[in-house]
């Protein structure tokens, strides 16, 4: 058994030896400990460096609160995770830990010469330092900087393990299983409600576990525990461990981390790491306790030196002593019962010094009783040792006067200055706090959520007094979800309550400004530090925080805030409540991102849209680029091409003979009823009253401020039946806007819409042989130009399917896009595929589509236009009607702005050298202007794998449709190209190509 | 390869101690928009003309002889039919077209509907859907949003659901379902 | 996140379920042409961006589909009311002195 395993003691099993290893040693724990409570057993408190001046730091807390045992955890390859607590992560065979913070040792670190540059590194060292001169930032700072920066390693490789996420509504969730927890859930049990009852730690029962000797309704206050949890899980109460509340979102929605595996020596399948849990509670209670507060002394920091409540824990519920020979340094009575709980388990503790002069005389009864020297109104001034504490410095106080210094040798300080409720998800909820002069902290006060606060948290103190208030404190609760309360009295025997007295820096004998009184350990911010940005003229408490960086770590300031308060309000000679407490954010403890995440990583990271022809470009070979949420075929390269070839390819052989293109993406509604020609004809730029069923027409969609929207081509299927096909990003949106018109501005319209986008597969035919290869497989109509032209729509059937058939082209071929419902779109697929084999069918994807649609000058809404195009600037006045009383846009298409001359024009681009521009690129008239040049447009489209043989662009230029064939310019970083102004189509001006 | 997933091609997904997901078999889907008209227009005859009592609280559902419909907007229903009846109800609403305009469109094509049963069928639907899957009452359906995409879901037992979604979604939200059906029968091991 | 309470679904649901859709009682005008310059950018820009109560649309999008008005804190969130597009503009006062109580 190691040295300072207490047999008997704790909750721990020490009949389970477990091997793991901390820097490369292996140590054996026993089930049940923590990697701190396992080290400790060993007399190991050296666990890691400080941030800042490389201090040797050992554990000072037993929990999620600690700031200095930060360690890095590991399980083979990837699993890696820095700054994990050592106080939380709970040993397994096998588990690697490390320090951090060190080079090239623990015991000798290189860094630890900021230690000694320590007047250096003060207060608003880096706004200071990294000013001047400018020439510094780049070269010698900002390195300088980041090799500082960041707190452990980041892991480097793929995070393998899983994360997960669930939803969940209950009635009340009660957040912390210690004694107030427990009592608020016994209240709400059995009572018809689902109840939540969480707890960060891997066992419910908060300070209970730390308090054995409690007697609670007769029975000790272990039996009493499990006995009540037994109860609470009979009575159906969820009852969740290792689950940390991170925090409280608006009405009442807490976040919840669920760590599964973390604990476990192998990872059980299908199961994942960490899960987030949404709950949304009709009421929460919040039990979670309170947090020891430091003492703030020169030396306070030293290996060894530890909060005596955790000592207690160490003691209580691992059975591990912290040191045989303990000094308590105290302002609080809790710290007493540290003491006796030590000397009882066999350690000689060397004195208990109080700061105050008078102590509760029981406790002082006690003390003698055990043979405990006792020093009231005595103050620490130093500790001694380099990697451990090995004495301490101690002087009598006689008010303001500190009088001689004397050693007294220990190898463990236990402080305690009290104890801070903790407030933190309170403070989520924005509830407001009071300041409370007898306990020198802030309590809650009121929250505008359905939420109520119990226990420690509220500033009580001792278990009897928190089982009460948390049985009667849930009441309210109980009463707004309709039940009635009973609010059990409990009575507690051998419990432990007290009281102590508010410390700033402990007073000292010696140059204040020398002392490394620590109120941050994990930033390393002082006492010093603090009254130095007070000096330097910071007065709220959010300023002095941002300029010492206080309870900025990842701790965020659970140990340092309330004693960062006090001494800042001291050196401002105000108090504490007109300084004000810095607001606490979620999380409450530091989340993995794999949490936040939960399923939503790697192939799963988001929504991946497939069409159902999706499966047959994967097995050809396709190339996909994301298109919105879609996942679209951009282009079929065959073995060895590179995208460049395979695009030309794919356009010579539809130009040639016939193209077939997956077109299921384009946005689809349906329109129908009484009012659908008015509607359409409202919504859109063109005239669609007088269009005829079996026709299609193309439209434009604008905004209300006249900008184009949206597009496509639009069908009348029925007198009273629109299809409208939109862009495929468009959909939701231009469906959204047209409900929008539809049921606020004219709900008297008869008319309905709905989305089809997905009713449809819809397979294009392009090129002069598309006609040949389609008609065979066409019932109802024939494909001649007389029976079906251009801009034609029928119902038929195609391939034996019912079909929506249109003529129609964004190629400038002979174009159809068949319609079927979406499950038969492979088999129509693979029908055009087979019979199309003779006119060297060739698929196509998104690129070649850009390609063709821009040869004849289609623009695509989104690239072409930016949001601040008109029609008119597009040249596409033609599709405005003009007789028309409204539409959406029209008003505005008259507006100052969009009359005026001299806008950004849509145009063709050719370059005088043959040269491909770059889509985005910057157009200037004068390229011999000095820098900045005036820019007059950029490049929207460009390519050069075309059927026109030369790279073609089109570009928005100032006043470009009065500037055909002028040459303008585009300067490059290594070249300026120019190029000739033209006209937007570029291939068979005359449409005869259209014709079958 | 990525999963494809087709209503031609119904397939057990994934089928666990918690749940069994799986896709099933095509079948007809109306969408019928309707609403009384002053011209003595009434919904009841829409109901009529299809066979059943149309529901008109949001969420609610009716069925008789093989349709059946689901109230998803105060003027929306989702109607299901066998697909040899899809013409027969489609006439029927025609003919009622003079005297109560209405909106009937074919979305046969457009949803994969996806069984998911098993004793932890509830739960498992929680890790995708922000809202209670408890206030969907045995016998109600409703619209809503899982895992980021918009679904209908119909409630027939305590444990069994069918979820309507679209089918460019589905390979999706089949992972989705997978995973957590596994991550639940883990739970339960 | 928020719940919304849906006044065509007459339930509270997540947030998630529902886009904002801009400030409330803003109508197109019926006859946009005769509208004077001022006139039509007063109705297409000009917006009241309030802090405190705000009636304002949402869309519950991922359900019924429908666009309704509400009336909230748009400092704290709450909700004060929501109702069905096309009802009155609620008495503001009114709604403030309901959900005091």
Redesign the interface.
């Known amino acids: 058994m190691s040295t300072y395993r207490v047999r008997g003691k704790g909750r721990v099993d020490a009949s389970k030896p477990i091997v793991f290893t901390f820097d490369g040693k292996p140590y054996t724990g026993v089930k049940g400990d923590t990697v701190a409570s396992a080290l400790l057993s060993h007399g190991v408190h050296l666990m890691g460096r400080s941030f800042k001046y490389h201090r040797p730091r050992g554990a000072i807390a037993a929990g999620s609160e600690e700031p200095n045992a930060l360690i890095g955890t590991r399980r083979g390859a990837g699993r890696f995770e820095p700054n994990t607590r050592a106080t939380v992560q709970e040993i397994w065979e096998g588990l690697e830990t490390t320090s951090q913070n060190k080079f090239p040792s623990l015991k000798f670190d290189v860094g630890a010469v900021n230690d000694a540059a320590y007047m250096m590194f003060s207060a608003g060292f880096y706004y200071k330092t990294f000013m001047w001169p400018r020439s510094f930032w780049d070269k010698v700072y900002e390195p300088f900087i980041r090799a500082a920066a960041g707190l452990g390693v980041s892991p480097t490789e793929h995070d393998p393990d899983t994360y997960a996420s669930r939803n969940l509504y209950c009635d009340l969730l009660i957040v912390g299983a210690g004694p107030a927890g427990i009592a608020a859930a016994r209240e709400a049990s059995g009572k018809g409600l689902s109840v939540v009852l969480v707890d960060e730690n891997a066992e419910m029962g908060g300070s209970i576990l730390s308090e054995p000797q409690a007697k609670i309704e007769g029975k000790t206050s272990w039996d009493w525990l499990s006995d009540e949890l037994a109860d609470l899980k009979a009575a159906g109460v969820k009852l969740m461990t290792r689950t940390t509340a991170i925090a409280y979102y608006h009405e009442n929605l807490i976040g919840l981390v669920e760590k599964l595996t973390d604990h476990l020596p192998t990872l059980p399948a299908d199961t994942p790491r960490e899960r987030m849990w949404r709950v949304r509670a009709k009421q929460v209670v919040l039990a979670q306790g309170a947090l020891e507060k430091p003492l703030v002394f020169h030396g306070n920091d030293r290996p060894g030196v530890m909060l005596a409540g955790s000592a207690q824990t160490y003691l209580n519920r691992y059975g591990v002593k912290v040191g045989n020979s303990p000094v308590v340094v105290t302002s609080h009575d809790s710290a007493w019962y540290a003491a006796f709980d030590l000397q009882d388990a066999g350690a000689y503790v060397q004195a208990i010094v109080d700061t105050r002069a008078q102590v509760r005389q029981d406790l002082q009864a006690e003390a003698r009783a055990r043979g405990i020297p006792v020093k009231l109104s005595h103050t620490v001034t130093a500790t001694g040792g380099r990697l451990r504490v090995n004495n301490v410095r101690v002087n009598p106080l006689s008010g303001t006067n500190v009088g001689a210094g004397q050693w007294i040798k220990c190898d463990a300080l236990l402080m305690s200055g009290g104890w801070t409720p903790s407030l933190h998800l309170f403070s989520h909820t924005k509830g407001s706090l009071t300041w409370d002069d007898d306990l020198t902290t802030f309590l809650p006060k009121d929250t505008p959520e359905d939420c109520v606060i119990t226990g420690a948290s509220r500033g009580l103190w001792g278990t009897e007094a928190a089982l009460r208030d948390g049985a009667t404190r849930v009441g309210e609760a109980l009463a707004k979800l309709g039940v009635e309360a009973t609010a059990t009295e409990y009575t507690v025997a051998d419990d432990r309550t007290g009281s102590g007295v508010m410390m700033r820096e402990l007073p000292t004998d010696r140059s204040p400004g020398k002392a490394k009184a620590f109120v941050d350990f994990q930033n390393d911010v002082t006492a010093k530090d603090l009254r130095l940005a007070v000096r330097e003229g910071m007065r709220s408490i959010e300023h002095v925080k941002r300029y010492t960086t206080n309870g900025m770590a990842t701790d965020q300031g659970k140990m340092s805030n309330i004693n960062g308060l006090n001494i800042a309000a001291d050196a401002l000679g105000k108090k504490q409540p007109q300084v004000g407490l810095t607001t606490f954010r979620p999380p409450y403890t530091p989340t993995t991102f794999g949490a936040f995440a939960g399923y939503h990583r790697g192939e799963h990271f988001e929504v991946v849209r497939k069409t159902q022809i999706d499966g047959w470009a994967e097995e050809n070979g396709a190339v996909f680029e994301p298109v919105g949420q879609w996942r679209r075929a951009r282009y079929f390269p065959k073995a060895g091409e590179t995208m460049d070839q395979a695009v030309t390819r794919e356009c010579a052989a539809t130009r040639a003979s016939v193209g077939i293109f997956d077109a299921s993406t384009l946005g689809k509604i349906e329109v129908v009823g009484p009012d659908a020609a008015e509607f359409v004809n409202r919504m859109y730029t063109n005239p669609f009253l007088k269009l005829a069923p079996g026709k299609c027409r193309y439209g434009l969609l604008l905004g209300d401020d006249g900008y184009i929207r949206d597009d496509g081509v639009i069908a009348r299927v029925e007198e009273d039946r629109f299809h409208v096909t939109t862009t495929t990003g468009g959909a939701a949106r231009v469906l959204n806007m047209m409900e929008d018109y539809l049921q606020t501005e004219w709900p008297d319209l008869n008319v309905w819409l709905t989305s089809t986008t997905e009713q449809w597969s819809t397979v294009a035919l392009n090129g002069p042989n598309a006609a040949k290869l389609l008609a065979p497989f066409v019932e109802g109509i024939e494909l001649t130009e007389e029976a079906f032209p251009h801009m034609s729509c029928v119902n038929c059937t195609v391939a034996g399917y019912p079909a929506r058939l249109w003529r129609v082209s964004f190629t400038g071929e002979i174009g159809f896009e068949i319609n079927v419902a979406a499950p038969y779109g492979r088999d129509l697929w693979e029908k055009l595929w087979e019979a199309g084999q003779k006119y060297d069918i060739t698929a196509y994807g998104t690129e070649t589509m850009h390609v063709l649609r821009a040869e004849k000058g289609y623009i695509i809404v989104g690239q072409d236009t930016d949001g601040t195009v008109t029609p008119q600037d597009a040249g596409m006045d033609w599709a405005v009607g003009k007789k028309k009383a409204d539409f959406v846009g029209m008003r505005g298409l008259k507006r100052p702005d969009l009359v005026a001359e001299n806008r950004k024009q849509l145009v063709g681009l050719l370059t005088e050298d043959n040269s491909w521009l770059e889509e985005g690129a910057q157009i200037v008239f004068d390229p011999k202007q000095p820098i900045p040049m005036t820019m007059r447009g950029h490049v929207t489209s460009s390519y050069n794998q075309g059927t026109t043989g030369r790279p073609i662009a089109l570009a928005v230029i100032e006043g470009g449709h009065s500037k055909m064939g002028e040459t303008v310019y585009i300067p490059m970083p290594d070249r300026t190209i120019a190029a000739k102004i033209t006209g937007t189509v570029f291939y068979d001006p005359e449409n005869s190509r259209l014709k079958i | 390869?990525?999963k494809?997933i087709?209503?031609?091609a119904p397939s057990v997904v994934v089928d666990t101690a918690a749940a069994r997901v799986a896709v099933s078999q095509?079948i007809g889907r109306i969408?019928l928009?309707a609403r009384t008209?002053e011209n003595g227009g009434d919904l009841a005859a829409v109901g009529k003309a299809i066979g059943l009592e149309l529901p008109t609280?949001?969420?609610t559902r009716a069925k008789a002889e093989g349709i059946e419909a689901a109230c998803?907007?105060?003027?929306?229903w989702t109607v299901l039919v066998p697909l040899g009846q899809i013409e027969k109800v489609e006439d029927a609403l025609a003919a009622l077209?003079p005297s109560l305009?209405?909106?009937?469109?074919?979305?046969?094509?457009?949803?994969v509907t996806l069984t998911i049963e098993g004793p932890q069928a509830a739960?498992l639907l929680?890790?995708g859907?922000?809202?209670?899957i408890?206030?969907i009452k045995v016998g109600q359906a409703?619209?809503?949003?899982f895992?980021?995409?918009?679904v209908t879901l119909w409630r027939d037992s305590d444990t069994s659901f069918r979820m309507d979604v679209?089918?460019?979604?589905a390979?999706?939200l089949v992972?989705?379902l997978e995973?957590?059906a596994?991550?639940l029968?883990?739970?339960l091991? | 996140m928020i719940q919304i309470h849906c006044p065509y679904c007459g339930e509270t649901l997540p947030e998630l379920e529902f886009a904002y859709a801009g400030e409330a009682h803003i109508d197109r005008p019926v006859s946009p042409t005769e509208q004077t310059d001022e006139e039509w950018a007063e109705f297409l820009f000009m917006r009241q961006n309030v802090k405190g109560p705000h009636f304002e649309r949402w869309r519950h999008v991922h359900g019924c589909g429908r666009f309704f008005n509400a009336v909230r804190n748009t400092i704290t969130d709450r909700f004060y009311t929501t109702y069905k597009a096309g009802e009155p503009r609620p008495d503001l006062a009114t709604l403030l002195e309901e959900d005091n109580k």
């Open positions: 390869m990525s494809h087709s209503s031609l095509l969408s928009r008209n609280q949001i969420g998803l907007g105060p003027d929306e077209y305009p209405h909106s009937m469109t074919d979305i046969t094509g457009r949803e739960e929680s890790i859907a922000p809202r209670d408890a206030s409703r619209r809503m949003l895992d980021g995409a918009t679209w089918n460019s979604f390979s999706f992972t989705t995973t957590g596994k991550e029968a883990a739970e091991a």
